[in-house]
């Protein structure tokens, strides 16, 4: 009975300090590797090296020293191709435009995008806008960015929030015929089904928005998980008849609660062959 006890006692004390003061900072890099073709074979992404992240939620238990170390480590990947799939902030805070310098620093020969996400969105938005603005990424709400690379073109296009704002995938795909490789990002994972469907155009939908679960039980998987969220909680799917690829990241920071368990905070580097 003591050594129940004091099992149960190290569970109770012991599990919300690891989720907070450890897991939470623990980044895991995860290395995926995809094969692409369009008619001839030879997708135009072949060697691309592409980082992407999401759901940083900046204010909420997230700061700058934590966006400096994340910048870094992003750097040192040596990125071709670099995707931010929506949340920048959790809430507006005050010193947001005191990080610019920082994604600034981003390295991506091929281009630096970024979407908006639910929280983007829900506060003051345009805030967000304006920080993307002068960050050295391109902010994409429902349109698209066609990428010259090595006489071959592929194309990223991302949505407004599925949430909280107005997206709408036939004005961001307009003038994009099947034959086409589009890197579509979309903040909320489920709607990856529309694509896979309707767009063949889309070659392979990055997005975060779940965290994971954020809190994972042995067994019991994630304990909950956000509206569109729901069936593409964490990692590489393959969707529809085409075998369309869905990568759902589970983010850097959190939100709710200040907790990650058995869900670290995940970095994504994809590379094409």
């Known amino acids: 009975m003591k050594w129940i006890a004091g099992i ?4 109770a004390v012991g599990t919300p300090l690891y989720s907070f003061g450890f897991e939470r900072g623990w980044l895991e890099v995860t290395n995926v590797s995809l094969r692409l073709g369009d008619g001839d074979g030879v997708s135009p992404l072949q060697g691309l090296r592409l980082v992407h992240f999401s759901d940083i939620h900046y204010g909420f238990y997230w700061g ?3 966006f400096v170390e994340l910048a870094e480590r992003i750097n040192r990947l040596k990125p071709d191709l670099i995707c931010f799939t929506g949340d920048l902030v959790d809430s507006v805070p005050d010193d ?3 990080c610019l310098s920082i994604v600034q620093s981003l390295e991506a020969p091929y281009g630096k995008f970024a979407i908006l996400g639910n929280h983007d969105s829900r506060h003051e938005v345009n805030q967000v806008v304006d920080f993307w603005a002068e960050s050295g990424f391109k902010l994409l709400i429902n349109e698209q960015v066609a ?4 006489g071959r073109r592929f194309i990223v296009a991302g949505t407004d929030d599925y949430l909280n704002g107005s997206p709408d995938l036939p004005l961001t795909l307009r003038d994009t015929s099947e034959d086409d490789t589009v890197i579509m990002l979309i903040h909320e994972p489920d709607i990856a089904d529309v694509c896979a469907l309707s767009y063949p155009q889309v070659k392979l939908q990055l997005s975060g928005h779940s965290h994971g679960g954020q809190v994972r039980l042995p ?3 994630a304990l909950a998980t956000p509206p569109a969220g729901k069936k593409y ?7 529809g008849d085409r075998k369309m690829p869905l990568y759902t990241t589970r983010g850097i920071g959190t939100t709710g609660l200040p907790i990650r368990l058995f869900c670290r905070p995940e970095l994504t580097v994809m590379g094409f062959v």
Request: proline letters at 0%; glycine letters at 12%.
């Open 219 to 221: 067994l019991l998987s």
């Open 64 to 66: 700058r020293e934590q």
């Open 147 to 150: 990428v010259e690379r090595e």
């Open 233 to 239: 909680v964490s990692g590489l799917y393959w969707l």
């Open 96 to 98: 947001l435009m005191n």
């Open 8 to 11: 149960g006692l190290f569970g």
